[in-house]
């Protein structure tokens, strides 16, 4: 089975830092999404004292697939 969307926050790729951070942290989370699908806009949803959704820049490409990313304050 082929993954055309893939995250996976136990790799520091995805999300970094990995684990648990302090207030006031930067995290960065990235996702890796197939070139073969079109992409208009890709958001990371979060909840802190409401829902914020963060929209994703692409990153750059690589290996047929678009990486997207996104940083947030913990």
């Known amino acids: 089975m082929v993954n055309l969307v ?3 926050s ?6 970094n830092p990995f684990g648990a951070v302090a ?5 960065t989370i990235r996702i890796k999404i197939s070139s ?5 806009k890709v ?4 909840w802190k004292d409401a829902e ?3 929209e994703m ?3 750059y490409s690589k290996e047929g697939f678009n990486i997207y ?3 947030f304050v913990a």
């Open 69 to 71: 990313e996104a940083s």
């Open 43 to 46: 958001y990371l949803r979060i």
């Open 52 to 54: 914020e959704n963060i």
């Open 23 to 27: 207030e006031e942290e930067k995290i």
């Open 6 to 8: 893939y995250h996976n």
């Open 36 to 40: 073969t699908i079109e992409v208009n």
């Open 57 to 59: 820049a692409k990153a």
């Open 10 to 15: 136990y790799e520091t790729f995805y999300r």
